[in-house]
């Protein structure tokens, strides 16, 4: 064989090579991890099929808590973006999970890291010196942004922004999606309202501060928190004031999230007549059938009607 054919072929091969090259790296996913599991649902419905994603926390997990396991490092290693809450909600284990990663790509201050907490108006800020008397308080504001379907729509669209900015040629499929997503939530958050209305609901008693947006969106008063300060179980004494104040105010409802202990709740019921307790996910995938973020409102809204099917 001639020296030229030889060449000939050995450059074709090695084009071909380039061009299948480019196109892989054409088609690569978007590697996608987000903190809480709220956020993966976001995240998979903007990016598609052009993004792969996963969530380190659990739906059934309570979010202050998670163990920064070396799986968690592994995964965040090959992530080419981190998507969290902010406000505090991860500073126990997030930091850990980033150092342990090795991932220049998803450090703070870079692109591949983003808090989307910001993004949004927060409620509850706290104004001057917070001290871990008051519990555990997050200065910048509540971090349970999820939790509002208005609020969901924009982080939607926070996501989609970082997605097109690190992958350009998909950023206005990513703009697109995140379009319908936020249309989508402000129509159905004014069905949910109208139903949440005709309920003669006013006011609910919760465990924890997580649902505060879920309330604040749809007019709900939450008078009373079972904890007596944020992350401190119930006390003897402030139950009896969380009794003494349903049966005052008529109070009918009270949402456990569905990570912490109903127990209390309960008792507190058989002493106020009138009085439910509706145990709750307020995450998707903290019930099996919550798969996506309409599922989870949804949930919530047929758990203060009354017709949350369980299990």
């Known amino acids: 064989m001639k020296i030229d054919t030889i060449i000939s072929k050995m450059l074709t091969q090695l084009s071909m090579i380039g061009i299948l090259g480019l196109a892989s790296m054409a088609q690569a996913e978007v590697s996608v991890l987000t903190t809480v599991s709220d956020l993966n649902a976001i995240v998979q419905e903007v990016g598609g099929k052009e993004v ?12 202050h808590y998670v163990e920064p396991k070396p799986s968690f490092m592994l995964k965040a290693n090959k992530a080419d973006l981190m998507v969290s809450i902010g406000l505090g909600l991860e500073i126990g284990w997030l930091p850990s999970i980033i150092q342990g990663a090795r991932n220049p790509k998803i450090q703070p201050g870079q692109p591949g890291f983003l808090e989307v907490g910001r993004s949004v108006t927060t409620l509850e800020v706290q104004n001057g010196k917070v001290t871990r008397a008051e519990g555990d308080v997050h200065p910048e504001g509540n971090p349970h942004i999820t939790l509002d379907p208005i609020r969901a729509g924009e982080l939607a669209q926070t996501i989609a922004k970082r997605l097109g900015e690190i992958d350009p040629p998909h950023a206005a499929l990513y703009k697109s999606r995140a379009d319908v997503l936020q249309k989508r939530l402000v129509d159905k958050t004014k069905g949910w309202g109208e139903r949440i209305s005709k309920t003669g609901v ?8 997580t649902l505060t947006y879920f309330f604040d969106r749809f007019n709900l008063q939450n008078p009373m928190i079972l904890e007596p300060l944020p992350g401190v179980p119930p006390t003897a004494k402030h139950t009896m004031e969380v009794i003494e104040r349903a049966k005052a105010d008529k109070i009918n409802l009270i ?12 008792r507190i019921a058989k002493d106020v007549p009138g009085l439910r307790v509706e145990v709750v996910p307020v995450s998707v995938d903290g019930e099996e059938k919550i798969r996506s973020i309409d599922d989870l409102y949804e949930y919530l809204v047929s758990a203060i009607e009354g017709k949350a099917k369980h299990g």
């Open 202 to 209: 006013k006011q609910v008693v919760s465990f924890h501060k």
């Open 255 to 266: 949402m456990v999230e569905n990570f912490f202990d109903a127990t209390v709740a309960n």
């Open 52 to 63: 792969k994603s996963e969530s380190l926390c659990k739906g059934s997990q309570d979010p």
